[in-house]
């Protein structure tokens, strides 16, 4: 049986917010494979957003373990987790989050400077990889000189430039028309297929879930039910 990439056992985080707690996740259980698509969905303030951050080291849980790639997040130290998020994650956002002032290819490559790739190589990965995206005529634009659907195609090479096994993915089509959204959705669904990559998107939009693998609702912090999804051929 393989070993999931990544594992959620009673997984809790609480927030104080003045003398109020409030329980974002509460003793989520869940696993992921390597290589598998899974869609986080459910209405606001239903935990996906906390539930995405927790398995990204970016917060600590109050409750419970989470486990990727053998490390346990809530026991490593900050220096240990800025590591993991530099080498084993991609992360895309709603906004795009690009650099205004920097070409396509700059944008891409800002993964590999902060990680000290020469310039050379890491201007060749940048510029592989919009080639591979259908962007290598617009390696030179900056992000206003490109459409949403193509800003969000960099932002996509961006979280594959170090060669993550793990992308988190946050509403990535949320500023994006239906038909661009599709594209970017067909896009990521064979990334996975193609590179291994294993995926983790949050979306509250069922038209965007349904490209996944399985299907996790949440509401109230818990996890109410695992759609299975049928294969399918992009």
């Known amino acids: 049986m393989t070993t999931p990439l990544i594992r959620a056992i009673a997984l809790a985080r609480r927030y104080q917010m003045g003398k109020t ?7 989520v259980d869940l696993e992921v494979a390597p290589g598998e698509f899974v869609a986080l ?22 409750g419970g373990e989470v486990w990727v790639n053998g490390m346990e997040l809530g026991r490593s130290s ?24 920097k070409t396509a290819w700059e944008n891409v490559a800002v993964p590999l400077m902060l990680a000290g790739v020469p310039l050379e190589r890491r201007r060749a990965r940048a510029l592989a990889l919009l080639e591979q995206l259908g962007l290598g005529q ?15 195609r960099v932002a996509i090479a ?3 430039a170090n060669q993550p096994r ?7 089509t949320g500023n994006l028309d239906s038909r661009t959204g599709g594209e970017i959705m067909a896009l990521l669904r064979r990334l996975v297929r193609d590179e291994g990559l294993t995926l983790l998107l949050v979306t509250h939009d069922m038209s965007v879930a349904r490209y996944a693998d399985r299907i996790v609702h949440l509401r109230d912090g818990a996890v109410q039910f695992v759609e299975t999804m049928e294969a399918t051929t992009l």
């Open 41 to 62: 969905v459910g209405p606001s303030g239903s935990g996906k957003s906390t539930l995405l951050h927790l398995i990204g080291g970016l917060v600590r849980p109050t």
């Open 138 to 152: 617009r390696a030179n634009h900056r992000p206003t000189e490109l459409s949403g659907g193509e800003q969000q």
């Open 78 to 101: 900050d220096r240990e987790l800025v590591r993991y998020r530099r080498d084993m994650l991609g992360f895309v956002f709603q906004s795009f989050n690009l650099l205004p002032i």
């Open 158 to 160: 961006r979280a594959l």
């Open 21 to 27: 707690s409030v329980d974002a996740l509460r003793g």
């Open 166 to 172: 793990l992308i988190l993915a946050d509403e990535p």
